[in-house]
């Protein structure tokens, strides 16, 4: 199972861990991490939100990989997950009730805080999460 969005842990602050997004082109988003260079760095996904975690071999087994496009100005996050149990609720689009990725971006970082956005991506569900409580500035509302 390839997901575009990637972070099972929920960002508040900056954790000090850096991913570096390195110049790529000809990237499609299409869910086929094919076409990304086969030198690009993957970074393992080990956190897990919640209660969530990896009780045995094979169980969500995931990393991503970034990249950057500075002719289009794009960035590109790619995940892959591997999980022997996947659940899908294509009926229940309650980000709790099936397995998913979320890619939550503080693009100002603001130390008082800026708001985060947050995408939840899945094959039947996938949407813009506005967080409760979070403060909003005007280019994430």
């Known amino acids: 199972m390839v997901l575009l969005l990637c972070s099972l842990q929920y960002v508040i602050a900056n954790n000090g861990e850096i991913a570096y997004a390195y110049p790529i082109s000809d990237i499609k988003i299409d869910g086929d991490l094919s076409d990304w260079p086969a030198n690009t760095v993957r970074y393992p996904i080990n956190r897990y939100e919640n209660d969530a975690k990896k009780n045995r071999p094979g169980d969500a087994s995931a990393y991503f990989m970034t990249g950057y496009d500075p002719q289009l100005q794009r960035l590109y996050v790619g995940v892959a997950m591997e999980d022997d149990d996947y659940v899908r609720t294509p009926e229940n689009a ?48």
């Open 94 to 141: 309650f980000y709790a009730s099936h397995d998913l990725q979320v890619l939550y971006l503080d693009l100002k970082h603001a130390s008082p805080g800026s708001g985060v956005i947050a995408y939840e991506l899945c094959e039947d569900n996938r949407k813009i999460v506005h967080q409760e409580q979070m403060p909003w500035y005007p280019e994430v509302a």
